[in-house]
């Protein structure tokens, strides 16, 4: 597939060459001691007294060698591993919003453990998405049980890839316990590990944040999957030009991803941005601007030349409901990433600058990301495809209808949707004249009153509950107005 650019392979060396200088002549401010242990005994130079790490060129060019080409995200049942770049673009949900709309009544409120099972649920059910990054956070949540409060729910409801953040290493524990868990023993869970972690290493400007630190050393020791990704926000924590914030944020990717390297080469990564602007009318943090996706073009273009898995919080909007707002702000900045070349997407289900989750949002993403997986596939070229038999035996005037090819062709050739509606307005209006936001819900509503067994074995909910007798339930029931639907009358 060839790649659209908005910047030519000389600027894209310049963006490099610019990166190095920053991290060379101003640096990171790090206060976790082991990273500024670590960055010392690998050739960087610490101020001990202002804590600021400087990079010679030469450190980073030599642990950028060890970055690897790929990052495989793997599943409980392994036919749902994916592999950046050779199964891009992988579609990943949005996280941590900590509100949501009510499925049932459409209002803004806080998001509980309950609401993760049925989301889990659905986006285990959901063709589009492959990888589930818990889209909120949990109001019931104890800080001693905050993750996996929110994971249970999660492994009793997708059997994806799941990509959760620690917020520390007793935390991280625990994750690691409840995974082995469910895996049978540590070893099992080592072996294939079905949980990836995230966080965001770096704060900008150029400021290694103290836990996320730890938990990028913790986790590479461990050899344990994670990324971190990297937020610049143009007129706000970094310069007000997209070039300049491109820049800083690439330099703060090489800075956590050069540490990586140093505490094990060979650990893979993604590139993983979320580069926006700040529209400076009002200060407003705004994802959805199409400024956000030029940006991921540009981010795009440096993991190529870096050789490195790429993607992030694309197709993000600022809209606070599901409007058409919602929809050309995802669409455009999705597509552009797309055809730069993105393998990643952060992008199903979030309103309102990833602060609330819509089952209505995360049920068109998915369409998005289905119409996003045929566009990567092309056009397919073969000398069959330019089906030339079929045009001369039609020949001018004819129909094609009716010749075989047709029939075999017409599931394959086209994504066929369901949310958007492709019929005549007459039969649209005898269905009942619905709009994308109605047929969302009703797609969202017949995968949750649907029976959801749990996806984990008795013998395996008996052991984590042992271990963890304060969890919550974690099983997926609908919403307690459906349930009374359901019942006999």
């Not at 997708?158 to 469910?182: H, T």
């Not at 924590?237 to 990717?253: D, I, R, V």
Request: proline share 7%; net charge negative; aromatic share 8%.
């Amino acid at each position: 597939m060839q790649f659209a650019q908005l910047l030519t392979e000389e600027q894209v060396q310049r963006v490099h060459d610019a990166s190095l200088e920053i991290l060379e002549d101003v640096g990171l401010l790090v206060r976790n001691e082991k990273a500024k242990t670590i960055f010392q005994k690998h050739g960087c130079n610490l101020d001990a007294e202002t804590e600021i790490v400087k990079f010679p060129r030469a450190v980073v060019e030599e642990y950028r060698k060890s970055f690897p080409p790929k990052f495989t995200f793997c599943a409980r049942d392994p036919q749902y591993d994916k592999t950046l770049p050779d199964d891009s673009p992988v579609i990943v949900t949005g996280s941590s919003a900590p509100n949501m709309l009510d499925p049932v009544t459409g209002k803004e409120r806080r998001a509980f453990s309950d609401d993760i099972a049925r989301i889990a649920r659905v986006i285990n059910e959901l063709p589009g998405y492959d990888v589930f990054s818990i889209s909120t956070l949990a109001e019931d949540a104890p800080l001693d049980r905050f993750t996996i409060t929110r994971l249970y729910p999660t492994i009793k409801n997708c059997v994806k890839p799941i990509r959760c953040s620690a917020l520390n290493p007793a935390d991280a524990e625990q994750i690691l316990q409840l995974g082995a868990l469910v895996a049978g023993s540590a070893a099992a869970s080592r072996a294939h590990p079905f949980i990836t972690h995230h966080y965001c290493p770096v704060v900008s400007p150029l400021t290694f944040d103290f836990d996320s630190t730890e938990m990028l050393i913790y986790f590479t020791e461990q050899g344990l999957p994670s990324f971190g990704t990297v937020v610049p926000n143009g007129g706000m924590s970094s310069p007000l030009t997209l070039l300049g914030t491109l820049t800083q944020g690439n330099a703060e990717f090489l800075a956590w991803s050069v540490l990586m390297q140093m505490v094990r080469p060979g650990t893979p990564l993604i590139y993983s941005y979320l580069p926006t602007i700040a529209d400076m009318r009002r200060g407003s943090y705004a994802p959805g601007a199409i400024e956000c996706g030029m940006l991921s073009m540009g981010a795009t273009q440096l993991a190529h030349f870096y050789n490195v898995p790429n993607g992030g919080y694309i197709g993000l909007t600022n809209a606070k409901i599901n409007d058409a707002q919602s929809g050309y702000e995802s669409g455009m900045s999705n597509v552009a990433a797309l055809l730069a070349g993105a393998d990643m997407f952060n992008m199903g289900g979030l309103l309102d600058a990833l602060m609330c989750f819509d089952f209505a949002k995360a049920a068109i993403d998915d369409e998005i990301a289905l119409m996003m997986k045929r566009l990567q596939r092309g056009f397919e070229f073969s000398d069959e495809n330019f089906a030339l038999d079929d045009i001369k035996e039609t020949g001018p005037g004819g129909m094609f209808i009716d010749r075989p090819r047709t029939y075999e062709l017409m599931k394959s050739t086209m994504f066929l949707s369901e949310i958007a509606d492709r019929d005549a307005r007459n039969r649209w209006e005898k269905l009942g004249a619905s709009d994308a936001q109605a047929r969302a819900m009703k797609r969202v509503r017949e995968i949750l009153i649907a029976d959801h067994p749990s996806l984990i074995s008795p013998d395996v909910d008996a052991r984590v509950r042992a271990a963890f007798p304060d969890l919550p339930a974690g099983d997926c029931v609908p919403p307690k107005e459906w349930a009374k639907e359901l019942q006999p009358a």
